[in-house]
């Protein structure tokens, strides 16, 4: 397979994810595994198989520790997850659903595909981004940038204005996981963001466990048993919460049935009915909703803009279907908001734009993005009576500054032939510095006076370029000694080694999946069956409750395949038939 100077664009997101790629001048989606949004979720199957996408949701209701979900979330941080007995990265986990999506471009393109444009959410800090870009390589992708979701939505609507149109948008994407808002100006092909807010950790699955939660709560009150205390039980009522939701966008009231739910202490099984409203619904997430509001009120003061200045609102993210958004941001900015953009595509659309333009092709739009946090080091200064303020936080790039960006400052030595000084960078707004995120510190020694009171002066340089990734460097002004560091939090960094450890790790995992499948050998009429529930399991008609139910099954037959268990593959199969029986043809 020739390799193709196509680069593509990428929605990774909390819940589902996104391909796209311009054709023809224009930006298109393109499936992967048959569908245009691809499940954020990855398990290993008891048979050693590699699960992305549905096949790997379908799985965690009945094999949590096999599969990872919403792993976006821990993108940045210090942990690891397990999955199937071995120990991951988020990275890894992530670079699994890129592998799958390249995978689907090339298959898509006929050409193998290495160039990507990612987008993450404009609230992502430096390390997020940073793990990101690292998910990208691991899972053989050169990232050629990293944008904001909101300006990537942005650049999809501005796609095909006429230059002679000038307008101020106010892009609203609530998605699975995250929430952002954006104030964009598009003019003269240019997309300019003028100030940005949001908050990683609001979106349709906290809406979710909300739902689940409250029938949870009244299951308990009736029956004394606590749903969150058992897996699968809890998984299946989160899922079905989330149809509920989903259901709730087009009508007043939707159902939650969930049969054998649970045991009473008799060993007599339980059920869940519970009808819930539209109205019901959107009490349980006012307060959630109205955080969203907030924020958009926070990002016009920053933009220095009033409602009734901004020409256009979009929404973007699957959350906005919520009929509770479009009435509060229509209540709070006077005008109603734009959908001719699916809220599912929009992010993957506008990131298929920017990777048009960086690959030369015929795209009309230019980006002009900012940073979403302040970037600054610690200081110290002697106050009355030669007392000493530690802690403190001198910014040196202000947040919603357009990016790339170089900002410069002189700081001066506290004593008379002090020889070396710990700087410390972080990101944030709070004036104490450590209550802001640390990126990282290192120390520049060997400090010579330039001043007559003995003291140093350095200066302190800051260069952000339009992936979010930060260089320092410190000058000492009297020798000329430059002492530059690349921060992104060097403890979570990866190296080039452990990079290339990662990608032997996911290799592994596939040569695994590919050597038990060779040895494996499964009955051709369980096989048939197995592809029988599979096409039910695909139907969008199928009641959730029991697609979760032949999903389990379809678990427990792979696992008994698997062990060899002959008996209990046959008595697995037996409850399939029996299910597939309720499914209307």
Known sequence: MKQSDKIIGIDLGTTNSVLAVIRDGTPVLLPVQGDRLLPSVVGIAPDGEVLVGMSARNQWVVAPDRTIRSIKRK?????????????????????????????????????????????????????????????????????????????????????????????????????????????????????????????????????????????????????????????????????????????????PYAEVKLEYI???????PLHITREVTRHEFEELIADLLGRTMELVRKALMDAGLSPNQIDRVLLVG???????????????????????IDPDAAVALGAAVQAGIIAGEEVDAILVDVTPYSLGIETAQI?????????????????????????????????????????????????????????????????????????????????????GILDVTVVDRKTGKRTSERLKASRQRLSPEDIARSQAKLAEAYTEMEATAAERIMDPGVAALLERAQRALDRADLDAGLADDIAGTVADIRHAVAVGDDAQVEEFCDRLIDLLLEVKE
Do not use: C
């Open 262 to 268: 649970a045991q009473d202490r008799k060993g007599q």
């Open 318 to 340: 699957g959350s906005t279907r919520i009929p509770a958004v479009w009435d509060l941001i229509t209540a709070q900015m006077g005008q109603e908001p734009h959908i001719e």
């Open 75 to 251: 993108m940045g941080k210090a942990e690891t997850v397990s999955m199937a007995g071995k120990v991951y990265t988020p990275q890894e986990i992530s670079a699994f659903i890129l592998r799958t999506i390249r995978e689907a471009a090339q298959a898509a393109l006929g050409e193998e595909v290495r160039r990507a444009v990612i987008t993450v959410p404009a609230y992502f800090n430096e390390t997020q981004r940073q793990a990101t870009l690292e998910a990208g390589e691991i899972a053989g992708l050169v990232v050629e940038r990293i944008i904001n979701e909101p300006t990537a939505s942005a650049l999809a609507y501005g796609y095909g204005l006429s230059n002679d149109q000038h307008l101020k948008v106010l892009v609203y994407d609530l998605g699975g996981g995250t929430f952002d808002v954006s104030i964009i100006e598009l003019h003269s092909g240019v997309v300019d963001v003028l100030a940005t807010a949001g908050d990683n950790y609001l979106g349709g699955d906290d809406f979710d466990e909300r739902l689940a939660g409250m029938i949870a709560d009244e299951f308990y009150e009736e029956h004394k048993v606590n749903l969150r205390e058992h897996h699968q039980a809890w998984a299946r009522l989160l899922r079905a919460a989330e149809e509920a939701k989903i259901e709730l966008s087009s009508a």
């Open 383 to 467: 106050g009355y009576g030669g007392r000493i303020h530690t802690d403190l936080f001198t910014p040196l790039v202000r947040r919603n500054t357009t990016v790339p960006v170089q900002k410069s400052q002189v700081f001066t030595t506290l004593f008379p032939g002090q020889e070396q000084i710990h700087i410390k960078v972080y990101q944030g707004e709070n004036p104490v510095a450590s209550q802001n995120v640390l990126l990282g510190d290192f120390m520049v020694e060997g400090l010579k006076p330039n001043r007559p009171d003995g003291l140093s002066d350095v200066t302190v340089n800051f260069q952000l370029d339009v992936n």
